[in-house]
């Protein structure tokens, strides 16, 4: 016969996983040639210009609400398997503010992402700075680039 903790960890365990694939999920994709839907189909100003500069740049991550609704209810369930009586609904009202925190800050960190800041001396002098995970391209110092600028400001470098 299985002990209510067993019972309780073989449904925690995987919603655990879930929160975590779908945090994963949410994080979006800031390559160059990754577009909105909005931006389908809308015009965008093309600049041409040089790379001058890359350096490494870290994207935050979401700051979203599945992985601290998933933490609330498995440290809200967590915490109910601790004492009893009033202690029991202490300890999980306890461990479901305790478990948004860690479902937000872990949904934070695994949505984070490795990116690049590029800099462009653009062929009518300006020079632009964009920050954008590569993707699929690469990109080097002394390379021929597009910038694209969408009407909503978003910008992008793509090879040349």
């Known amino acids: 016969m299985k002990t209510t903790t067993q019972r309780l960890a073989g449904a925690v365990l995987p919603a655990v996983a879930i929160a975590s694939l779908?945090?994963?999920?949410?994080a979006s994709d800031f390559s160059g040639s990754s577009y909105s839907q909005s931006s389908a189909r809308t015009q965008q100003v093309v600049y041409y210009g040089e790379i001058t500069h890359i350096e490494g740049a870290t994207i935050?991550?979401?700051d979203?609400?599945?992985g601290g609704i998933a933490g609330a209810v498995v440290g809200g369930l967590l915490g109910?398997?601790?004492?009893?009586?009033?202690?029991?609904?202490?300890?999980?009202?306890?461990?479901?503010?305790?478990?948004?925190?860690?479902?937000?800050?872990v949904e934070k960190g695994t949505t984070k992402q490795n990116g690049l800041a590029i800099e462009v001396k653009l062929d009518n002098g300006n020079v632009m700075s964009v920050t954008q995970t590569a993707g699929s391209d690469s990109f080097a110092v002394g390379q021929r680039v597009r910038v694209l600028v969408g009407a909503d400001g978003t910008t992008r470098v793509r090879p040349f």
């Open 64 to 66: 979203g609400v599945v």
């Open 80 to 105: 109910n398997t601790i004492g009893g009586g009033s202690g029991r609904s202490l300890a999980a009202g306890v461990g479901a503010v305790a478990g948004a925190a860690a479902g937000a800050a």
């Open 22 to 26: 779908l945090a994963a999920g949410c």
């Open 60 to 62: 935050e991550g979401n």
